[in-house]
């Protein structure tokens, strides 16, 4: 199978003219042969604007993947529903708990899903939630909840349950869309908290290959410590990937960093980055 995967919210553009950038991200994902979904909705203020820019209309869009529970990938979830009517979402059972980040200084911002589920099942959305991987479409499948076995992910330590600091969120729902191509597998990311390594991992484990083309989406290595990307670079450098599209929280000096050891491999991917796989 072939898709067609463009970036329609991510925190920076590229050259498509009016086009809005917000700290988040979603792709829609658009398969040769089957209906289209998105990955993801982004914050809310950007996502049809920009898909009407790039002349992608959303009104068809009956699925709905949220990667996890933060407020970056699910805002835009309420405005899709008013404008493009119901949809089916798919995430893990986690995805409405409380979420929190807590600076150093001690400042506590609410990062949850903006919105509660009766709110958006009264806005018709139809919630498919499941902690397990499954098959979402012929060749394309969730990965369900990762297990976190790597011992050098330990992913970031600013994610709480409360404001009290006391209750640390390793983001259990995050999860990562698969897509089977003739080139190999494709790995959509949302924020990737699991830790790229150990979604990789789970991948192997999950669908018994290992052949990963290409990796989309938010990596959050702009949020880890040195010795996670130390890691994780010496892991992607091992395992022939030939394509990765890094955004969001991935961050700047990260994606420096990446571009630099994987030169032939790295690449940003920005709002209208588009990807024929
Ligand atoms: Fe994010
Ligand atoms: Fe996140």
């Given at each position: 199978?072939?898709?067609?995967?463009?970036?329609?919210?991510?925190?920076?553009?590229?050259?498509?003219?009016?086009?809005?950038?917000?700290?988040?991200?979603?792709?829609l994902?658009?398969?040769?042969?089957?209906?289209?979904?998105?990955?993801?909705t982004?914050q809310?203020?950007?996502?049809?604007?920009?898909?009407?820019?790039?002349?992608?209309?959303l009104?068809?869009?009956?699925k709905?993947?949220?990667?996890?529970?933060h407020?970056?990938?699910?805002?835009?979830?309420?405005?899709l529903l008013q404008?493009?009517?119901?949809?089916?979402?798919?995430?893990?059972?986690?995805?409405?708990?409380?979420?929190?980040?807590?600076?150093?200084?001690?400042?506590?911002?609410?990062?949850?899903i903006?919105?509660?589920?009766?709110?958006?099942?009264?806005?018709?959305?139809?919630?498919?939630?499941?902690?397990?991987?499954?098959?979402?479409?012929p060749?394309?499948?969730?990965t369900?909840e990762v297990?976190r076995?790597?011992?050098?992910?330990?992913?970031?330590?600013?994610?709480?349950s409360?404001?009290?600091?006391?209750?640390?969120?390793?983001?259990?729902?995050?999860?990562?869309?698969?897509?089977?191509?003739?080139?190999?597998?494709?790995?959509?990311?949302?924020?990737?908290?699991?830790?790229?390594?150990?979604?990789?991992?789970h991948?192997a484990?999950?669908?018994?290959?290992?052949?990963?083309?290409?990796?989309i989406?938010?990596?959050h290595?702009?949020?880890c410590?040195k010795?996670?990307?130390?890691?994780?670079?010496?892991?992607?450098?091992?395992?022939?990937?030939?394509?990765?599209?890094?955004?969001?929280?991935?961050?700047?000096a990260?994606?420096?960093?990446?571009?630099?050891?994987?030169?032939?491999v790295?690449?940003?991917?920005?709002?209208?980055?588009t990807?024929e796989?």
């Open positions: 199978m072939t898709f067609r995967i463009t970036v329609l919210c991510e925190n920076t553009v590229g050259p498509i003219s009016g086009t809005l950038g917000e700290h988040g991200f979603a792709a994902i658009e398969p040769a042969n089957g209906e289209p979904f998105l990955f993801d982004g809310g203020a950007t996502l049809l604007h920009n898909a009407r820019r790039m002349n992608k209309d009104a068809s869009i009956r709905v993947v949220i990667s996890h529970g407020h970056d990938h699910s805002g835009g979830l309420l405005p404008e493009c009517g119901p949809s089916r979402i798919y995430g893990h059972p986690e995805i409405f708990a409380p979420r929190f980040r807590v600076k150093d200084n001690g400042e506590c911002i609410s990062i949850g903006p919105r509660n589920q009766s709110a958006l099942k009264d806005a018709g959305a139809i919630f498919d939630l499941s902690p397990d991987f499954r098959e979402i479409a060749g394309m499948f969730l369900g297990p076995s790597v011992p050098f992910e330990i992913g970031d330590r600013g994610l709480f409360d404001c009290t600091s006391q209750r640390p969120d390793s983001t259990p729902d995050d999860q990562s869309l698969i897509l089977e191509t003739g080139k190999g597998l494709v790995l959509v990311l949302g924020c990737c908290h699991a830790g790229l390594v150990n979604t990789l991992e991948v484990h999950t669908m018994g290959r290992r052949d990963v083309h290409t990796i989406g938010g990596t290595l702009g949020f410590g010795e996670q990307i130390d890691n994780t670079i010496s892991v992607l450098k091992k395992s022939g990937i030939r394509k990765l599209a890094a955004s969001h929280c991935t961050g700047f990260a994606s420096a960093r990446l571009s630099h050891e994987l030169p032939k790295f690449q940003p991917a920005h709002v209208g980055y990807l796989v």
